[in-house]
T-cell receptor
Framework: NAGVTQTPKFQVLKTGQSMTLQCAQD?????MYWYRQDPGMGLRLIYY???????DKGEVPNGYNVSRLNKREFSLRLESAAPSQTSVYFC???????????FGPGTRLLVL | GQQLNQSPQSMFIQEGEDVSMNCTSS?????WLWYKQEPGEGPVLLIA?????ELTSNGRLTAQFGITRKDSFLNISASIPSDVGIYFC????????????FGKGTLLTVNP
């Protein structure tokens, strides 16, 4: 099992460009999450998907959209990137009724 | 939203020393989670606590759920270089959706 995989690992964007961060899990987990991590801020929840076909906002959703494409995949889209979205983005997944979230290795995004 | 206050922000210790860090909240919770993030990786769950007063160990790591249910402590005994990383406390702030709120982390550096 690969666990949670994220692509790309690194990305540099110019202000105003768009991009989609991809996340996939092969653990048959029901719930998936997107977090961002900024220096000294811990991780903050952007969006989550409790189950296939549902998505909900987290703590910091502005500037982002998500798609739960199927049970395996949960993508995060930046329609018009801003320097404030420079961050490390983590995807996580969780099996129903279990506490543990499993995190991917992260995508490091720089917006110039 | 709720905030978790984690301290210290950073620690620089010698190999073999014991480490103690803590997390406090103004709200009462039913669980406390402790994660470790190694450089360039996503967070990994170390210990989960479910009852006030509970003391749980995982190897050289010991965590306690405070009696007031508003705080938790993580201790690492006889530190080794591979203990380096950021340690986060976290709370489930989303009920059955298990949305996590993270503290800002304690950066641990171990000098061999």
């Amino acid at each position: 099992n690969a666990g949670v995989t994220q692509t790309p690992k690194f990305q540099v964007l110019k202000t105003g460009q768009s991009m989609t961060l991809q996340c996939a899990q092969d653990m048959n987990h029901n719930s998936m999450y997107w977090y961002r991590q900024d220096p000294g801020m811990g991780l903050r929840l952007i969006y989550y998907s409790a189950s296939e076909g549902t998505t909900d906002k987290g703590e910091v959703p502005n500037g982002y959209n998500v798609s739960r494409l199927n049970k395996r995949e949960f993508s995060l889209r930046l329609e018009s990137a801003a320097p404030s979205q420079t961050s490390v983005y983590f995807c996580a997944s969780r099996l129903a009724d279990e506490e543990t979230q499993y995190f991917g290795p992260g995508t490091r995004l720089l917006v110039l | 939203g709720q905030q978790l206050n984690q301290s210290p922000q950073s620690m620089f210790i010698q190999e073999g020393e014991d480490v103690s860090m803590n997390c406090t909240s103004s709200s009462i919770f039913n669980t406390w989670l402790w994660y470790k993030q190694e450089p360039g990786e996503g967070p990994v769950l170390l210990i989960a606590l479910y009852k006030a007063g509970e003391l749980t160990s995982n190897g050289r790591l010991t965590a306690q759920f405070g009696i007031t249910r508003k705080d938790s402590f993580l201790n690492i005994s006889a530190s080794i270089p591979s203990d380096v990383g950021i340690y986060f406390c976290a709370q489930n702030s989303g009920g059955s959706n298990y949305k996590l709120t993270f503290g800002k982390g304690t950066l641990l550096t171990v000098n061999p």
